[in-house]
């Protein structure tokens, strides 16, 4: 079982173990979820893309007004004393989560966890199984899914209480307003046709630091990459799907709804390049905690 006993938390200028970190009940955070975040992983115990999630930061700042009431290079500094303090605690094959918090109250929390590869890794052996929820994505002209507030997390988290109150295995894939294939719960999605990757409009989806490195990934291999809006009867004409976050990975779907996926080929190319890049396989390191009790 993964044990976040020991991991240090910054809270509002102090360094506390995790399990001990408070904010007020009070905070805006807490109350009317008025906050932003990013995250950002380490693989094989150092970090990568923290840069772009940086970025993403200043943006989602930017967008709600909430301010991070830190420089970017303090924000660093902290990581760097967070990790200092936190990669002792790993084990083999365990990687950090680190999260990133500002509240409308003013209170920062930068937070890292062990991330539990034993959630994803039996999907990493069957695929995963998707469902389409009959809740809709928020329409782009209420609420900007390209960045990261809780208020947008939640209409994802909801669509996945729906589909588990059927399926507790499965996860959820919205349409939007158009009936297009939008994003699920915390994930991008693409789909693979011969030589073709395709993905949904990023006006119309958080464009997340994956997504954007299995894009680059898929042009250096020579495959053509679309997006596009993708309609629920066009997945009869692709032969492979995966979905893409800093948790997830790269993760193969083995249906959605009930249309089959049966070829993962091109997905572990992507996989295997990727991995390159992060200088660690990154499905080896899922599946090590295949048996794991979570």
Not at 96 to 125: D, G, Q
Not at 184 to 206: A, D, E, R
């Amino acid at each position: 079982m993964i044990s976040n006993k020991n991991i240090i938390a910054y809270i509002n200028g102090s360094y506390v173990k995790l399990e001990k970190a408070k904010i007020s009940i009070l905070d805006l955070g807490f109350t009317n979820s008025e906050m932003i975040y990013d995250t950002f992983r380490t693989f094989n115990k150092k970090v990568f893309f923290l840069k772009e999630h940086l970025e993403r930061l200043v943006l989602s700042s930017k967008y709600t007004g909430i301010n991070l009431n830190l420089s970017i290079k303090s924000i660093k500094k902290i990581i760097e004393n967070l990790l200092k303090k936190n990669l002792k605690f790993l084990n083999k094959n365990e990687d950090l989560w680190c999260f990133m918090r500002f509240t409308r109250s003013n209170s920062v929390v930068i937070e890292m966890r062990k991330l539990n590869f034993s959630n994803y890794a039996p999907f990493y052996k069957e695929g995963l199984r998707l469902h389409v929820p009959k809740l809709r994505r928020i329409p782009p002209k209420y609420l900007n899914p390209q960045y990261k507030n809780s208020s947008s997390y939640f209409t994802l988290s909801l669509a996945r209480e729906e589909i588990w109150k059927f399926d507790r295995t499965a996860n959820a894939i919205l349409l939007d307003e158009n009936k297009n294939i939008n994003e699920g719960n915390g994930f991008n999605i693409f789909f693979i046709k011969n030589n073709k990757v395709l993905t949904p409009k990023s006006q119309y989806v958080l464009p997340g630091v994956t997504r954007e490195k299995v894009i680059q990934i898929s042009k250096k291999l020579n495959l053509k990459v679309i997006e596009k809006n993708i309609k629920l009867e066009d997945m009869k004409k692709y032969d492979e799907c995966f979905v893409t976050a800093t948790g997830w990975g790269i993760c193969s779907v083995k249906s959605i709804n009930r249309k089959i996926f049966y070829n993962r080929n091109k997905t572990k190319k992507i996989q295997e390049r990727y991995s390159k890049l992060v200088g660690i396989n990154i499905v080896n390191q899922y599946l090590n905690f295949l048996n794991v009790r979570k």
